[in-house]
């Protein structure tokens, strides 16, 4: 009797994404995916298929469109109104807030982000911390973004060089690390030595903080003991002092050449990291490239230095995504915001950006002319690198999270890149479709 | 000039005969192994298409991995994508796999269909066949794969390519012709060809397969064969010319009753033909050269008018047409009125002979009873006669 095989199948939870071009290392190369809504995964294809004989409920075809992993941006203060350091006296507000900026920044491509917040009073810190650590958890694809972790700028960074945080609150930690528990709060650290962000007792992720400041750098060992990483930012270190803090953990380097000592030719700064550090791999760094804090071709020649530590962040304000006009900043300040540039109200003073990170890829493409793979992982591998979470976030490879964009790339004639986003996938299911007014979160 | 050649190895198959099944060993001819796997491509389509496979009626199709199939799936994929064709109803059976390796491997015959075939088309997972060389106990591995080809009803059509020493599936020289499913030793030769699979480093090579028999192969309803490459060309020489023999193992494909090679140009070097050596360069001469052309376009185009006209038409109707055949032979004859042999006197009919009326001897002589001679109790008694007629009655002999 031949075999005969039932046509109803029960509903896997499987889609495979065919057609499409995918980011592999420094290539882009044809071939299919297959993710799981129901575990957010991506999936080994061929032992679904031979040991499970798993077929997908849905075949799309991207017709040759980019699938990459979900941008993930690791300096942002808020978007759409909501700002991360604002306290209500509700603080159900806040999360609702915190909610709603999720399911709107999906749509802009950020899947995982770290919610950063300049120098605060203790105070702040200790009220918003808690609604601020990694969020995915219950891998609910329908909150729409998801917090990898709190990035604290400050308040342990250098006078001289603190942008728009306000002085007031900006402190030295002469007692080390018991000065920085205090601030953050005891409980904000977790109790059991990690490698990764964010585990169960912590929801810091990044610590920016000055290493020339009186005791930070002897806190930096501790700190990355605690599975946190250490950036270096808003400083006035040396090349050798820079170098100092990479020898016991920095990892990071915030916004590169904002808020730091220039390049000199025999005080290299910060910068001279990327040339050469002693002992250890060189850092990771964030680079705004909104076409206002950075010259475009600084922006080329840090990448040509070190492109594997090179990481796009938007260092974006509340103002992303609204309207132009004048708003209320942070310490009483108002700001102006034109396009992607936000200034202090009356004054030329940048007060961070209005950029989104898309925004700030493209220009980094058109500035630079890069491959599509090398463009991408600036914004993909290379933070969750960073991160320690790489296999897990920013990668198409099998077990990974399901978080993907399906892009749209457009090579203008007079040299201007970009990207456009078409599909967003969390945890495996769509989230946003671009060609679909009506569907989304 | 493009040559399309189609000979016919044996002259017994009547282009007309196409649905009685025995004919030849069709060797079709293509210019180079692109043309050679599209044309294969194209046949395996049209003989799932005219079989026309449902839910509990698949086509079970036998299936091989390397080099010159690959352009057999890659042509099946792109008809597939263009929804010429679906392998929805088709029930797979792989010929080998290596032993030891996992099945996830790069270079592991299930990462080789799944990477070429089934990860593009629509074959239902459940109805794929691949031999497991990771199994607990190989030799029953091997018993079950030959009983699911059973279970199946079968393999419709098992397509296969050869090995540069005449080998089809991992049946190398030597293995017995009526072989099946078991577990081998590959061959050094293999092992070597096999290593740039695997970095050139012999040691990482698995040294053994399960592999489909001989036999098994030759159960299958039909045999199509892909033969391209001068490196084959010996082989093909060896398999098609030669006898059958076990150190050229797809020799066999002489005894199938339905068998096709599509070989390309360069595997033909070798070939006799019948004997008709065909050049690529037009060293023959010109005249010649265009006599045979000629003849063979003839044959090709008469192949051609008859659509596929080998195309083996499905096990069902030749059953039908047997049966109806049988049925013919069984019922009674019903005689035919033979008057040429009817007599011209009518009426005449043998006397019969007349009965002997019996009578006792003495009724007839005067006679004294038998006395003083000492027969007393032995009386004899008349017995009672009777003609032969009643006792023996010839016309029921």
Known sequence: MPMAVSPERPRTGVTRLTGGRLVSGDKLVEGDLWISSVTGHILRSQEVFYEHHV???????????????????????????????????????????????????????????????????AEVYNKVLKYLGPSGRPRNALEGSESLGAHCEGPFISPTKNGIHSLQVLQEAPSGFADMEVVYGVENFGSMESELPGNAGSPISMITAAPEVPGVSACIPEISRRGIRFAIGHTEATYEEASEAIQRGATMITHLFNAMRPLHHRNPGVFGVLGKTEGRDRPYYGV??????????????????????????????????????????????????????????????????SATLIECLNNFWSWSHASIPQVLRSVTSTPAEMLGLQGVKGSLEADADADLLVLDAVEGEDGQRGFKVEQVYKFGTLVHDASNETFGL | MMLRLSIQLCSCMRWDQQIVPGGAVRLVIREDKHTAARYIADYIIERIKSFAPGPGKPFVLGLPTGSSPEGVYKNLVAAHKKGEISFRDVVTFNMDEYVGIPREHPESYHSFMYQNFFSHVDVDPANINILNGNAEDLEEECIAYEEKIKRAGGIELFLGG??????????EPGSSLRSRTRVKTLAYDTIIANSRFFGNDLSKVPKMALTVGVETVMDAREVVVIITGPHKALALQKCIEGGVNHMWTLS?????????????????????????????????????????????????????????????????????????????????????????????????????????????????????PAKGLGLDGLETKELPLSGMHHRVDSAAA
Request: charged share 20%.
């Open chain 1, 55 to 121: 077929i997908p409920d849905e075949v799309i075809d991207l017709k040759g469109k980019i699938l990459c992993p979900g941008f993930i941006d690791v300096q942002f203060n808020g978007a759409f109104g909501f700002d991360f350091s604002s306290v209500p006296a509700d603080m159900n507000e806040y999360q609702k807030g915190l909610h709603r900026l999720n399911k709107r920044l999906v749509r802009t491509g950020v899947t995982s982000y770290l919610p950063t917040l300049p120098s605060q009073k």
């Open chain 1, 288 to 353: 705004i490239s909104d076409g206002i804090h950075l010259h475009p071709t600084t922006v080329k020649i840090a990448h040509n230095a070190h492109p594997d530590g090179f990481i796009l962040v938007t260092d974006a304000m509340k103002t992303v995504g609204l309207p132009d006009g004048v708003y209320d900043g942070m310490n009483g300040d108002r700001w102006e915001k034109k396009g992607p540039l936000l200034t202090r109200e009356g004054s030329d003073t940048i007060a961070g950006s």
């Open chain 2, 162 to 171: 050869i090995g540069p020493d005449g080998h089809i599936a991992f049946n």
């Open chain 2, 252 to 368: 066999s494909l002489q005894w199938h009753p339905h068998a096709m090679i599509v070989v390309d140009e360069d595997a033909t070097l070798e070939l006799q033909v019948k004997t008709v050596k065909v050049s690529l360069c037009s060293q023959a001469s010109p005249t010649a050269f265009a006599h045979l052309a000629q003849y063979f376009k003839s044959i090709e185009q008469v192949a051609s008018s008859q659509g596929f006209g080998q195309a083996l038409a499905s096990e069902e109707f030749v059953l039908r047409k047997r049966d109806s055949v049988l049925e013919k032979l069984d019922s009674p004859k019903i005689p035919t009125a033979k008057t040429f042999l009817a007599p011209t006197k009518p009426g005449l009919s043998g006397q019969i002979t007349p009965d002997l009326i019996p009578d006792s001897m003495h009724e007839r002589v005067e006679g004294q």
